[in-house]
Structures are given as structure tokens and as C-alpha cells.
């Protein structure tokens, strides 16, 4: 040990040290003796054994633990890990007593890179990689773990006795990147990636993703954390998918992506793929909020971008449900599923006495400002999309904001299909009031039954016009009548140019889009952390339950709006920005006389200056302000609404959604 602080001192005198620790070394102690900047260089081919720990250290740069192999010899960046490596890398392995490596609390600034993570045979039920604490002591977020890089490591549980979870994903600001992950299923549930206890942001890149229960899933167990919603989740471009060999063996299938508490979240450029019908229904993709456990009803799934994946082989496609029907939760929101592609939506992933529906999609409960656009669906289930009551806390169960447009879609028996009150437009007027349905080509659908302004092409028409079916070639030929023909010019359907480019990472020229926020949905906490509210008691009486007012709006998409406002209030939403720029912010506002003034903050600085409501001639005649040149930093960024002065009418005015473009 002298020697090895001798030689720490030395290198430190010209900069960053590299530690090496070669087979049989302490591990551990070259992770005490590291100073960010450091590298901790591991023996290539080496086995370390144990329950590693990686300590808060302070500082801004990382520390990074690697193999000894020259990055000549390995995937070089941006370039996923495959097992073919695994010779080249070390290799650090769990204990009976635990994960094979954790962090501690408030760890900060660690990469680990081209490592193995393999599994104790007699440990399979614990988490090989623990970033963040999975428990009650990470209960506040000064302890969470954040800057935490995992890039092209391989990580696996025992081929035969499996794995419970690879990541356990309870950190913020973490990178899990160019990694394999594989063999992790177990009897009980298990998934390569699960988190419940961080705030994120994630970036899941660029993965190969095994999982049985689930291969992604955020939520499932409650946050110790109070409040606590995983924030800013980016899942790109990975491969997330079951071996098909384990449907005749005893794990616990449940669906490839769940999300049962989460906001602010893409998926996109992603091969989703193989799920069958076992402990659930086969449905690919989840959108679900759970308050597992009943101690979190700020549980929420909002702001969700799911665009330009390939969805195939599975026993059906989302299931997207209003509310936790079990215990309190808040409403599942501004859900959008645009240009991606799903083929072999199919009963033929059925088990014996388990029969796949495979529709596309099932939605319940009420969920509100669900848009579903630009898809291409090949499924042969009696419904495409089947909309049914559940429950909701207000046994509202109607979908408010509900857009279906411009998909390439089967209608087999029903199409869409409103539960208890028939296909197309009568289950689409009783379920989605106001709905926008609009240059959809159903195939084999009769055109009385559905909303004008939509295409009723024979199945055998719908079929003609993809270039080679067989071989899931679903491009349109180009005698299609769906080609240019959406409400926006383009093809009906997926556009492949814009698919193309998101598997392959390169970025597709896309308008800038337009982030959309509802007034009603201001952060979870309570007085004085997510709003303030001078009086009490919800006047409107719906949709929450704390002092701030909230009624039903009649603008175009319905749901809710806050009123009652008065100067002194304030309202905040947490959002995470993809990129920094200048931005412009719409409002929209309503004021039944001379309305007041306020103003907007990021961060808790004043980003706009008074603005004013104007008379728009009633409580619900609805206008759009705006403000344009507003900066915006990357990443997380609390967006306060602070009402400055009355109007005449005693009140600032009505509040419905603020979008920034």
C-alpha cells in the first residue's frame, strides 16, 4: 500500500493518476485511493470477486474503472459491446452478499467501461449493478447518486439460473450506453433496467436488452424519495427483446417497456420485439401508472414521445390505461405514438389456455391527450384499437384531446372499438368527445361506420399497397392512393426516411417540436413546492385534490383548466429540455373582463417580463398569447407561472396550457 500511494503522489504531480490493479488485487482499495480524474485500470481477463462500493468523492471529473485492453482492440465509441469481447475485458463478480459493484450516497462522476458483470449462481435474486440506493435510505436527494456513465459493458446473469436485474437505475444524471445486457430473467420478475427510486435524467443508448419480466420498466416498487418522478428518459436506438426460446421454459414473462411512474420521456430509433402472452397479455408497450406499494398517489405517466420503432412479434402493441386502479395516482397525460412501424401483431404469440388478442392498442380509464399518428399496423387481432371504461376516480372515463390520424390500420372484425357501444364513430363519439380522426386508411372497414375525411380501401387493397408483405417490406408501391395523401402531404402511414434515420442515429430534418404543458398538471409536493395557493379548497372540484382551482375547460381537445386565480399565486412545472436555444412560449388564456398580469420564471429568474391578459369575453372563450425569446437551458428546468396583478375582474384569468416552440 505505501508503494502504491508513493507512486499516486507522483503521478498526481503531472496530472491524473492511473491506478492498476491486476488479478488478485485489492479493488476496492485502488476505488478508496482514486481522486476524480483518476483511471483505476483492471487486468484484462481478471475475475475481481465481491460487493463493490464506489464512494462520494466530490469534484466534476470522472473517475473511470476499465479493462486493460487498448481501445484499439475494443468497440470504439458509440459502438455497442458484444460477448464476442469478453476475453478482453475484466471481469468483476458478485458475492453471495450482494450486487457486484454499488454506489454509496451523494457517489458522483464514476464510468465504468468495457467491463463484465457476471453473476454468483447462489445470488440470483440481487441486483448485479446497483446505481443509486434501491431502499428507504435514499430517502432524500441530497443522497442520490448522479453523473454516472456505464459504456460497452457486458453484463449477464447465469445462463441456466438467470438473474433478477441487471442495472438497478436509482440515480440521476446517468448514461447506460453501448452496453449488452443478457440472461436476466428469473421465476418472480426481472428486467435488464428497473428503476423506482431516482430522478433521472436517463439516457438508455444504443443497448442490447434481455429481460423477462420486463426489459425496461420504470416504477413497480414506490419511491422513498416523497414526490419522486423519474424525469427525462431518453431510450434510443437499442435492441430490446426476449430470446423466443424462453416461451416453453419457467421465467416470468410480463412486456418489453413499462412505465408506471415517469414524465418527460422519449423512445425512439428502438427494435422492440418478441412478447407473448404469459404472466400478462403480451403487450409490448406499457403506459400504466402504478402506486405500487400506496404511498405514492403522485404517481404519473406524462409527456411521452414514443416515434419512428420498430414494433414486432408480440402478442399486441400499448396498453395504456387512465389511472392506477387499485390506489390513487394521477392522470396519465400527453401520451404521443407517431411513425413507428408494427408488423406481426399476432395471435400466433399465444400460449396454451393464454389466447393473444393482438390489437395495436387497449386504452382505459380515461387517459387524456392521447395522439396517434403516422403509424403502419399489421395486426390480425378482431380489434385494432379497443377503448374501454375502467376506472377513474371521477368515473369520467371519456378521452379528452384524442387524435388519430393519418395510420395505415386493419379493421379485421371491429377496428376501433368503443367497449359496450360499438365500432368506429359511436365508440369513438361516446369515448373520445371531440376527437380528431382524420386521412386514416382502414383496411376492410365499412366507410359508414367510421368519421368522413378517412380512406376504406378492400383488406386486399390495404395489403397491395405495400411493396412485399412477406418479407416486411411495408413501404407503399407506388400506384398506393395512401401516398401523399395525409393531412400533412406526406404518405400515409410510417415515413421510412424519418424511421431510417432514427435507427440509424442519423437526425431526420423534422420541424422543431412543440412541448405541451397543461396548467392542471404543476408538480407534485404540495403548498409552497408545487404551487401557492391563497385560498383554500379546490373551487372547481376536479381532477386534484389540494387548493389549487381546477375545472373543466370547454377549448378544443376539452379536459381541464386552473381559474380562480389570484396575484400573489404561483404554479411549477418540471420539464426537461432536449437541447439549449431560444424558445417562444404560447399561452393559453381566458378572461371574462380586463384580465391581470403575471410572469414567468425559469430556474428562479425572471424570463419574460409582465404579460397581460386580455378581455377574450368570457371565462371560456379562449385566446393564445405569446412570448417570444426565451432562453432555455439544457436539461432540467423549473418553470414557475408567478400572478402578479388582478384585472378588473378581482382575478389574473383562466389558465388552460402553455406550450414552448
Not at 493518476?17 to 488485487?25: E, K, R, S
Not at 483511471?39 to 471529473?61: D, H, R, W
Not at 420498466?217 to 428518459?233: C, E, K, Q, R, Y
Not at 377496428?415 to 386521412?439: C, H, M
Amino acid at each position: 500500500m505505501l508503494c502504491l500511494a508513493a507512486a499516486l503522489l507522483a503521478a498526481r504531480a503531472s496530472g491524473a493518476a492511473t491506478i492498476t490493479v491486476n488479478g488478485g488485487g485489492d479493488l476496492q482499495a485502488a476505488i478508496r485511493a482514486a481522486v476524480p480524474g483518476d483511471t483505476i485500470v483492471l487486468q484484462a481477463g481478471a475475475t475481481f470477486t465481491g460487493n463493490y462500493e464506489l464512494p462520494a468523492k466530490g469534484g466534476t471529473s470522472y473517475i473511470t474503472i476499465r479493462s486493460s485492453t487498448p481501445d484499439a482492440s475494443l468497440p470504439p465509441a458509440g459502438t455497442r459491446m458484444t460477448p464476442n469481447y469478453a476475453p478482453l475485458l475484466a471481469r468483476i463478480r458478485s458475492d453471495a452478499n450482494g450486487p457486484a459493484m454499488r454506489t454509496t450516497a451523494g457517489a458522483s462522476y464514476w464510468r465504468l467501461l468495457f467491463l463484465e458483470f457476471a453473476p454468483r449462481v447462489s445470488n440470483g435474486a440481487a441486483n448485479l449493478v446497483e446505481l443509486g440506493a434501491a431502499g428507504t435510505s435514499q430517502n432524500t436527494m441530497a443522497a442520490v447518486p448522479h453523473h454516472l456513465v456505464m459504456d460497452r459493458c457486458y453484463l449477464h446473469g447465469d445462463p441456466t439460473y438467470g438473474q433478477r436485474r441487471g442495472v438497478a437505475l436509482n440515480s440521476g444524471d446517468t448514461d447506460v450506453i453501448n452496453s449488452y445486457f443478457a440472461d436476466f430473467k428469473s421465476a418472480n420478475e426481472a428486467q435488464a433496467i428497473g428503476s423506482w427510486n431516482g430522478p433521472g435524467p436517463f439516457l438508455i443508448e444504443n443497448n442490447y436488452l434481455e429481460g423477462a419480466g420486463e426489459n425496461i420498466m420504470f416504477g413497480g416498487a414506490d419511491p422513498s424519495i416523497p414526490n419522486l418522478v423519474a424525469t427525462g428518459i431518453t431510450i434510443r436506438r437499442n435492441y430490446i427483446t426476449k430470446p423466443t426460446s424462453w416461451i416453453m421454459q419457467s421465467w416470468t414473462v410480463k412486456n418489453l417497456v413499462e412505465f408506471k411512474n415517469a414524465q418527460n420521456v422519449v423512445v425512439e430509433g428502438n427494435v422492440i420485439e418478441n412478447s407473448w402472452v404469459a404472466a400478462q397479455q403480451g403487450y409490448a408497450v406499457l403506459f400504466t401508472p402504478r402506486n405500487q406499494d400506496g404511498t405514492a398517489p403522485w404517481t404519473i405517466v406524462r409527456n411521452v414521445v414514443f416515434r419512428n420503432n420498430i414494433v414486432r412479434h408480440v402478442a399486441g402493441g400499448f396498453s395504456i390505461s387512465g389511472y392506477d386502479d387499485g390506489r390513487p395516482s394521477q392522470q396519465t397525460s400527453d401520451i404521443t405514438i407517431s411513425n413507428n412501424l408494427f408488423y406481426d401483431v399476432s395471435t400466433a404469440w399465444s400460449i396454451p389456455n393464454g389466447a393473444a388478442a393482438a390489437r395495436f392498442a387497449i386504452i382505459g380509464g380515461g387517459p387524456r391527450n392521447v395522439t396517434i399518428d403516422h403509424n403502419t399496423v399489421d395486426n390480425n387481432g378482431s380489434a385494432t384499437i379497443l377503448i374501454y371504461g375502467g376506472y377513474t376516480p371521477t368515473s369520467t372515463v371519456q378521452i379528452y384531446g384524442f387524435q388519430l390520424t393519418n395510420n395505415l390500420l386493419r379493421d379485421n372484425a371491429y377496428g376501433v372499438f368503443g367497449d359496450a357501444v360499438g365500432e368506429g364513430s359511436a365508440g369513438l363519439r361516446f369515448y373520445t368527445p371531440n376527437a380528431i380522426v382524420a386521412r386514416n386508411a382502414f383496411g376492410g372497414a365499412a366507410a359508414t361506420q367510421y368519421p368522413t375525411g378517412n380512406d376504406f380501401p378492400t383488406m386486399a387493397q390495404w395489403q397491395a399497397d405495400f411493396v412485399n408483405i412477406g418479407a416486411a417490406n411495408y413501404h407503399l408501391v407506388a400506384t398506393s392512393l395512401s401516398k401523399n395523401a395525409s393531412t400533412d402531404a406526406k404518405d400515409i402511414g410510417v415515413d421510412f426516411t424519418a424511421l431510417d434515420a432514427a435507427l440509424n442515429a442519423t437526425p431526420a430534418p423534422t420541424p422543431a417540436p412543440t412541448f405541451t404543458v397543461q396548467f392542471e398538471n404543476y408538480d407534485t409536493g404540495g403548498e409552497g413546492v408545487g404551487y401557492h395557493d391563497t385560498t383554500p379548497g379546490n373551487k372547481g372540484g376536479l381532477y386534484r385534490s389540494d387548493n389549487v382551482d381546477i375545472a373543466a375547460a370547454n377549448d378544443t381537445g376539452g379536459g381541464y383548466y386552473v381559474g380562480w386565480v389570484k396575484a400573489g399565486e404561483w404554479v411549477n412545472y418540471t420539464i426537461s429540455a432536449a437541447t439549449a436555444g431560444t424558445f417562444t412560449i404560447d399561452l393559453r388564456v381566458a378572461s371574462n373582463g380586463a384580465g391581470g398580469t403575471f410572469h414567468i420564471e425559469v430556474n428562479g429568474v425572471d424570463k419574460t417580463g409582465p404579460l397581460t391578459i386580455p378581455n377574450t369575453g368570457g371565462w371560456q372563450a379562449w385566446t393564445t398569447i405569446s412570448k417570444r425569446g426565451v432562453a432555455l437551458g439544457a436539461g432540467k428546468q423549473v418553470i414557475r407561472v408567478v400572478m402578479d396583478t388582478n384585472g378588473a375582474t378581482g382575478g389574473v384569468g383562466n389558465f388552460n396550457w402553455f406550450a414552448i416552440r
